[in-house]
């Protein structure tokens, strides 16, 4: 398949970690070592942590995510927050997570429903599939994530799928404990994504669409996953939590961005509040 020219994402999932003033500290910190000139840097915090954090990232190069959202706009759902709430603060959303999918019994089809209210309001879903590790043993990791990839985007058109996001993240690779997944397995995956896309909605919008790697990549594992073209950047879960470890991805991808670049010059950002 051509390829086009697909930009590198980086997306730090703070996962439920960080009062809000912790995520302040550590998000001036994200603004001193991480300016990429060609990668997308998304980072994703707890709900709570959001608003504060879209203030401290305003004018910057780093975007903000939610981790989960509600399909509905308004409505009696305790606990739950929309798209409609998220618009204006986070550009980006995690769907389907695993921890979601497991811990919270989340289905294909609640997941296709959340990335269709993202897309709706303006924000773009970063969609998760991957298998367990006994679905891994059993070999049916290609089937399971097929699966799973088709239903999750069911609700969508091949225009919208083009500039989602998709997440191959293994179950079993998730740290802390994961075994490892390594490049070439994710490639192989990432792979098959692509050509069941392309199946699915077309040539164009399987060359477009984002398809990145997730599972306990750190600064040391990241090196041979970059070696692997087909993966158009990662998911970081444990690696995001630390700004050093979390900016060494982000240069790595980014192509070796000089950490100095806005070491003394005041971010306006961390003045200027947008609303
Ligand atoms: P990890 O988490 O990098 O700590 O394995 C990734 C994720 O679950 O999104």
Redesign the pocket.
């Given at each position: 398949m051509a390829k086009l020219n697909r930009r590198k994402i980086v997306i730090g999932?703070w996962k439920m970690n960080f009062s809000v003033p912790e995520s302040t500290i550590l998000l001036s910190k994200y603004l001193k070592e991480i300016s990429p000139e060609n990668t997308e840097v998304v980072v994703c915090p707890a709900f709570i942590d959001i608003y504060s954090a879209e203030e401290v990232l305003s004018g910057s190069k780093i975007r903000v995510g939610a981790q989960n959202v509600h399909w509905e706009d308004v409505g009696a759902h305790t606990g739950e927050v929309s798209a409609f709430q998220l618009k204006g603060f986070a550009e980006f959303c995690i769907v389907g997570?695993s921890?979601r999918r497991h811990e919270f019994a989340e289905t294909d089809k609640m997941v296709a429903k959340k990335a269709a209210a993202c897309v709706r309001h303006n924000i773009t879903p970063i969609i998760c599939v991957g298998e367990t590790l006994h679905e891994n043993m059993d070999d049916l990791t290609n089937l399971v994530v097929a699966g799973q990839t088709e239903a999750s985007l069911s609700e969508l058109t091949g225009k919208e799928v083009a500039n989602i996001v998709i997440v191959y993240?293994p179950v079993w690779?998730?740290?802390p404990g994961?075994h490892v997944c390594g490049p070439k397995k994710a490639t192989s995956v990432i792979k098959n994504i692509r050509n069941l896309v392309k199946a699915l909605y077309g040539e164009a919008t399987a060359e477009s669409v984002r398809i990145i790697y997730?599972?306990?990549?750190d600064g040391q594992n990241i090196k041979g996953f970059l070696a692997e073209s087909e993966i158009d950047g990662f998911?970081?879960?444990?690696?995001s939590l630390d700004h050093e470890a979390f900016a060494g991805i982000v240069k790595a991808v980014d192509g070796g961005v000089k950490s100095k670049a806005v070491e003394g010059k005041p971010n306006s950002s961390k003045t200027k509040a947008k609303k």
């Open positions: 999932n997570h921890e993240e690779a998730i740290s994961g997730g599972g306990s990549v998911l970081v879960g444990g690696a």
